[in-house]
Every structure is written in structure tokens, then in C-alpha cells.
């Protein structure tokens, strides 16, 4: 069975710095992997799409890394800003069951000025 | 607007009551899914449709739960006789019909509080 972990559960950075955002998950059979952003009582957001044969994509202040072999993928975002604050979700589409999308419980960032 | 679109975006309810939800996904999207959330969780699938059939259908998706849709357009999600622990956000979302790696968009939720 498909376990998605996200940790930590939550991080305070000042503002300006760069930081890491880790997912690991426990089965590597993987269509893709998608982060998104949720802001608190709102839907999701979805920021990069990694597919299982690429290592990268970036966007912007973000870079999403995946490393299948491993069961790890990190979210990277650069000279962050309060306006990063929010819970970040790593979710994979396993091949065992293509019709689910399977997420960890999320890291919540909180950017201080 | 051409995203996801859920309505409404809260509903209070009483226990016992019955509460449907409805969603439209992107226009060109035949994938159509519902995921649940409680606080401080991530989304857990409930159920998938393809076009008008349902696909899959979670274990959390008891029989107080049902979900359609007819046309291959739009969804609705009804809870009968509602209970406190169904007290959740509701969140739909689409995808093109291209393989299994596309990407998923979902909408802004409903949120649901059962008193």
C-alpha cells in the first residue's frame, strides 16, 4: 500500500532564507508526482507536476526534485517570502491505482517577516 | 473562470440532515474526482469517474454516501442523514484523458460542518 510522508509537519523560517520541503513515499511504481499549496480553508493549488521519468522541474522560486529510486522528492523554494506561508502537500499517482492521486498530511510554512 | 468549480463553498447542517455538493470540473476534463480533508490532514480519495461512470469508490465512501454524474459533466456529492464526524472539506478535482500522468486541478472545496 501507497504511504505518502511529509516531514516536518510544520517550519518557521525568517524571511529571505532558502528552505527544503521533504516527501517520501513507499512504493517507487509512480505515474508522477505533483506538489501543491493550500492556503488555510481554501482548495488546492497545484505548483509542479513531475513525471516519472524526469528528476526535476522548476517554476519560478520553486524546484521540485524526484528521486524514484529512493521514494524521495524535495520541494525546493528560494529567497522565501511571507507570502510562501501556507501547508504544502506532496501527492503521488501509484500504479497500482492510476485513478487515485495518494498525499502525505503536509508541511505548514510559516514565512516570518 | 475555467477552473474547478464547487458549490458551495460552506454549508451548516444539521445532523440528520441530507447535503449535496456539486462540481464542475474544467470543461475538456473526463476525469473527475472526490477527496475528503480533515483538519491538519491531506486529502483521502473517495471516488473517481471516467466520463459518466464511476470507477472506483473508496472504503471511506460508506452507503450514506453516494455520487454522480449523468451527463459526464458536472458531479454531485449527497450525504444522507449527515453525521458530526462527516464535518469536513470536500474537494473535487479533474484531469485530461491523456495516460495516468496527468496533472490533477482542484477546485476551491466545500467546506462542511455537521451540528
Known amino acids: 500500500k501507497q504511504e505518502v510522508t511529509q516531514i516536518p509537519a510544520a517550519l518557521s523560517v525568517p524571511e529571505g532564507e532558502n528552505l527544503v520541503l521533504n516527501c517520501s513515499f513507499t512504493d517507487s511504481a509512480i505515474y508522477n508526482l505533483q506538489w501543491f499549496r493550500q492556503d488555510p480553508g481554501k482548495g488546492l493549488t497545484s505548483l509542479l507536476l513531475i513525471q516519472s521519468s524526469q528528476r526535476e522541474q522548476t517554476s519560478g522560486r520553486l524546484n521540485a526534485s524526484l528521486d524514484k529510486s529512493s521514494g524521495r522528492s524535495t520541494l525546493y523554494i528560494a529567497a522565501s517570502q511571507p507570502g510562501d506561508s501556507a501547508t504544502y502537500l506532496c501527492?503521488?499517482?501509484?500504479?497500482?491505482?492510476?485513478?487515485?492521486?495518494?498525499f502525505g498530511s503536509g508541511t505548514r510554512l510559516s514565512i516570518r517577516p | 473562470d475555467t477552473g474547478v468549480s464547487q458549490n458551495p463553498r460552506h454549508k451548516i447542517t444539521k445532523r440528520g440532515q441530507n447535503v449535496t455538493f456539486r462540481c464542475d470540473p474544467i470543461s475538456e476534463h473526463n476525469r473527475l474526482y472526490w477527496y475528503r480533508q480533515t483538519l491538519g490532514q491531506g486529502p483521502e480519495f473517495l471516488t473517481y469517474?471516467?466520463?459518466?461512470?464511476?470507477?472506483?469508490k473508496s472504503r471511506l465512501l460508506s452507503d450514506r454516501f453516494s455520487a454522480e454524474r449523468p451527463k459526464g459533466s458536472f458531479s454531485t456529492l449527497e450525504i444522507q442523514r449527515t453525521e458530526q464526524g462527516d464535518s469536513a472539506m470536500y474537494l473535487c478535482?479533474?484531469?485530461?484523458?491523456?495516460?495516468?500522468?496527468?496533472?490533477?486541478?482542484f477546485g476551491q472545496g466545500t467546506r462542511l460542518t455537521v451540528v
Open positions: 501527492a503521488v499517482r501509484p500504479h497500482s491505482s492510476a485513478s487515485k492521486i495518494i
Open positions: 469517474f471516467q466520463n459518466e461512470a464511476q470507477l472506483e
Open positions: 478535482a479533474s484531469s485530461l484523458p491523456q495516460g495516468a500522468g496527468t496533472e490533477a486541478f
